[in-house]
């Protein structure tokens, strides 16, 4: 008969546990909690009426779907911008990059003329885009669904384009972030 010998590992400093609260009522604690998830920033922007119109999203995500190639991102309820930007037939999607995080809070501001001074090229189906982002997607909504106090937003990518030289502009707990280089793939 054989012995079997198992080995434990020397004693191992192990962290205190971390404890759950539950979720506060007041938004900011929720949003400083999802602060630390680092996120890109999508300029979504079209000519509306002969008007450009645009926002910024922090809840941009691709991958939804790769047949049909799909997106998404959440908006709140209370924007005054999406309900006018959500009757476009084509929003332009730009993935700002590294250089961008003045051009964001321009696109995010609640006064003036939130394209003043910007590069954007629009397309014919009025899909405005803004220069020098690493990526452009041409998309259209297909669907819109209720989620607490925001919209999640889901849109099909019917065109593209990708600088691979640009990096993307990174945001996270309130700040703006780049990417200093990217690991070689």
């Known amino acids: 008969m054989s012995a079997t010998t198992?080995?434990?590992?020397?004693?191992?400093?192990?962290p205190p546990l971390r404890s759950l609260t539950p979720v506060s009522d007041e938004p900011a604690h929720v949003r400083g909690a999802f602060g630390r998830f680092p996120s890109g920033?999508?300029?979504l922007c079209a000519t509306i009426n002969g008007q450009k119109v645009g926002m910024v999203a922090t809840s941009f995500s691709v991958g939804v779907s790769y047949s049909p190639a799909m997106v998404m991102?959440?908006?709140?309820?209370?924007?005054?911008?999406?309900p006018v930007l959500a009757t476009a037939d084509r929003i332009g999607v730009s993935v700002l990059g590294g250089t961008h995080a003045d051009a964001c809070m321009q696109l995010a501001?609640?006064?003036?003329?939130?394209?003043?001074?910007l590069d954007v090229?629009?397309?014919?189906?009025?899909a405005l885009f803004i220069g020098g982002s690493t990526m452009w997607l041409e998309c259209e909504v297909v669907s819109t669904t209720?989620?607490?106090d925001h919209q999640i937003v889901v849109m099909q990518v019917h065109a593209m384009s990708v600088?691979?030289?640009?990096?993307p502009l990174v945001y996270q707990q309130q700040r703006f972030h780049h990417l200093a280089t990217l690991a070689a793939v």
Do not use: C, K
């Open 146 to 148: 209720p989620a607490g």
């Open 6 to 14: 198992t080995v434990f590992p020397p004693e191992v400093q192990t």
């Open 121 to 126: 090229t629009a397309t014919d189906a009025g």
């Open 73 to 82: 991102f959440s908006v709140q309820n209370s924007s005054a911008t999406w």
């Open 41 to 43: 920033v999508a300029a």
């Open 163 to 167: 600088d691979h030289e640009t990096h």
């Open 109 to 117: 501001s609640r006064r003036g003329d939130r394209f003043a001074g």
